[in-house]
């Protein structure tokens, strides 16, 4: 069975600095990684994927994730916060043995602070 | 309109009642899936639909839940018989086709209130 864990609840960093939300996951195959942000009363927008080749992929509004299949990590990464990116964070994964699912992690609240 | 289309965002319904959520899904997309999300559970999938095929309902949580997805367009998801832990937030979401790895694009969801 595949699953994702985002260790971190909440993240809380500063306008201005760099900021990482934690996504780990375990899978039998290949994984196909996402990262979604879900503003208050909103759907998911789709941010990033990895698929395969360059393990730093770059995404929506400066962010960027680094596939590191070793640590079976996809962390998300941004150089400098906004207070704007305050929102909630989904990493995702699917496997091709299980056709185009999501399966989600538990998401993890981004608070930047001016 | 461009994105996935999902009414109604807001329904209030009594315990028992039957209730129908409707997906509009981006044109040409012919993958589409049904998510829920809520605060005890995350978000779980639900049912996913690709083409003519036989729709995956490997997430539907009891047999009160059903979707159909007619012309290979616009789908319904009905709850039947609703029941208080059938409050969540019924998100739809579509891609291109159903292959791994597609990029899944989500509505706004349809906030569903069981009293």
């Known amino acids: 069975a595949q699953s994702v864990a985002q260790p971190e609840d909440q993240v809380n960093v500063a306008e201005g600095n760099p900021l990482t939300v934690k996504c780990t996951y375990s899978v039998s195959g290949n994984p196909y990684l996402f990262w979604y942000v879900q503003y208050p009363n909103r759907g998911l927008q789709f941010l990033l994927k990895?698929?395969?080749?360059?393990?730093l992929v770059k995404g929506s509004y400066g962010f960027e994730a680094e596939f590191n299949k070793s640590q079976t990590s996809f962390h998300l990464k941004k150089p400098s916060a906004l207070v704007s990116d305050s929102a909630l964070y989904f990493c995702?994964?699917?496997?091709?043995?299980?056709?185009?699912?999501?399966?989600f992690g538990a998401g993890t609240i981004l608070r930047v602070k001016s | 309109g461009a994105g996935v289309s999902q009414s109604p965002s807001n329904k209030v319904t009594e315990k028992g009642k039957d209730v129908e959520l409707r997906c509009d899904p981006i044109?040409?997309?012919?993958?589409l899936y049904w998510y829920r999300q809520s605060l005890g559970q995350g978000l779980e999938f639900l049912i996913y639909?690709?083409?003519?095929?036989?729709?995956?309902k490997s997430g539907l949580p009891s047999d009160r839940f059903s979707a159909e997805r007619t012309g290979g367009s616009v789908s319904t998801l009905t709850i039947q018989r609703t029941q208080q832990e059938d409050s969540a937030v019924y998100l739809c979401?579509?891609?291109?086709?159903?292959?791994?790895?597609?990029?899944?694009?989500f509505g706004e969801g349809s906030w569903l209130t069981v009293v």
């Open positions: 979401a579509s891609s291109s086709t159903g292959t791994t790895g597609n990029t899944i694009y």
């Open positions: 990895y698929i395969t080749g360059d393990n």
């Open positions: 044109s040409g997309h012919t993958a």
């Open positions: 639909f690709q083409g003519n095929s036989a729709p995956d």
């Open positions: 995702a994964v699917s496997v091709m043995e299980y056709g185009n699912k999501l399966v």
